[in-house]
């Protein structure tokens, strides 16, 4: 194939996978919860680090409009909202508040993926150590069994 025709068909793949519907829809559902913080300070810290994931205020940056970003995009927002979700406390299933401080002290919580194109919810050490331990004031901690 000529470098032509591989940029061709690359551009055109590009194109025909932007008409895929899933992860259009950015319309955040309506808040009907929310968890009775104990502090202002771990919901200021909750929302800058977490929100785009774990609540119905997700602000939907400008990639997430692109396939396949937008795939993923919607992906991690669907699946941790359906975990853990701030502006739906007190829904019927599971909502995973117990292990929200365990998830910052281990490192797991936000993704690696996700702060190089969010440097602005990248925690200093003593800010992310106020948001477990709030975190733990709020909902409890669940040990975890290495
Ligand atoms: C880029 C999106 C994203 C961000 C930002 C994010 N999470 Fe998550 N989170 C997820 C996804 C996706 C899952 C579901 C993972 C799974 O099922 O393995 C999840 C799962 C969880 C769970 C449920 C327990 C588990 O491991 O399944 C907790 C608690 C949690 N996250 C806390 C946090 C906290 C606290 C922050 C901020 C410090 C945070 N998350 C930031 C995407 C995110």
């Known amino acids: ?11 055109l793949f590009l194109a025909a996978i932007q008409l895929v519907p899933y992860g259009k ?28 994931c774990h609540s119905n205020e997700t602000l939907w940056p400008w990639y997430s409009h692109i396939a ?3 795939w ?8 941790g909202r359906a975990k853990f979700n701030v502006s739906e406390w007190g829904r019927e299933g599971k909502n995973e508040g117990e292990d929200a401080a365990g ?8 993704p690696w993926f996700y702060l190089p194109a969010h440097p602005e919810a990248k925690l200093t050490d003593a800010d992310a150590s106020a948001l477990a331990d709030g975190l733990e004031a709020t909902f409890g901690e669940k040990k975890h069994k290495e």
Do not use: Y
């Open 1 to 11: 194939m000529k470098p032509a025709t591989i940029i061709g068909s690359a551009a």
């Open 25 to 52: 829809n950015h319309t955040n559902p309506p808040i009907t919860g929310e968890p009775a913080w104990d502090a202002p300070q771990t919901r200021e810290l909750f929302f800058k680090t977490c929100r785009d």
């Open 68 to 70: 396949p970003l937008s």
């Open 72 to 79: 993923l995009t919607q992906l991690d927002v669907s699946l």
């Open 103 to 110: 998830e910052v002290r281990e490192g797991t919580m936000p």
